[in-house]
């Protein structure tokens, strides 16, 4: 994959420029990064090291998605330039200026980590909704994250659940945490009644 200097030129003299979109469209298509786009590691690490406050958000949010589809191999040539990147993401969660700052950056930290489905799919939070796939009829059930009446049985279902439950009650986001107990919880079928947790059965979304 190649990106024209300019093009890089550009988007790191402005975190604001246009050409951060076209950076975006060359690396990723529906959902997923190209592999070869790993070379744009070392330039991400410089170029967000220089950024300040929110402006670097969307490009740390780039580079997670990067990393969390590079190869192996480039993961490990790159590691220091990702533990850069990664302790950039945690320190600015801190200051995330609203809840959908603080989950793209939580996003990204998880992509950092290697969490090839949370380091994607988290953002289901900022949609305030997640469709699931009933494991016992197979319907696909819309779950509301944001309902307080909600049908969800609020839980924390795994290490990373817990993980992001406690950075969001400690970043005062109570919203949020609350959305998180229901994306990790459990719901019923409205169909055939099988209960079953909504995390792990995102619909679309393989689990190797």
Same mark, same amino acid.
């Given at each position: ?73 480039? !993961?490990?040539?790159?590691? @220091? ?37 949370? @380091? ?34 609020? @839980? ?6 817990? !993980? ?8 005062? !986001? ?7 107990? !229901? ?24 689990? @190797?």
């Amino acid at each position: 994959m190649e990106i024209s200097p300019d093009i890089l030129q550009a988007a790191a003299a402005d975190p604001a420029s246009e050409a951060w979109s076209f950076i975006w469209a060359k690396s990723c298509h529906q959902g997923n990064c190209d592999p070869a786009s790993a070379v744009l590691v070392p330039w991400l690490s410089t170029t967000i090291a220089a950024f300040t406050g929110e402006a670097c958000v969307k490009a740390l949010a780039l580079a997670g998605y990067i990393v969390v589809d590079s190869l192996e191999a480039d !993961r490990t040539s790159y590691r @220091g330039e990702i533990a850069a990147l990664r302790g950039m993401a945690a320190q600015r969660l801190a200051n995330a200026s609203d809840d959908r700052e603080f989950v793209y950056l939580q996003q990204a930290i998880l992509g950092f980590d290697g969490d090839e489905l949370w @380091g994607k799919e988290l953002d289901h939070l900022n949609d305030g909704e997640v469709d699931v796939e009933c494991p016992g009829c197979d319907a696909e059930v819309l779950v509301d994250l944001g309902d307080d009446e909600s049908s969800v049985i609020p @839980g924390l279902s795994s290490e990373v659940a817990e !993980r992001l439950h406690a950075e969001a009650v400690e970043g005062g !986001r109570a919203v949020l945490a609350t959305a998180l107990t !229901r994306l990790f919880g459990r719901i019923e079928c409205p169909e055939c009644g099988s209960l079953f947790n909504v995390a792990e059965h995102l619909a679309g979304v393989s689990r @190797g």
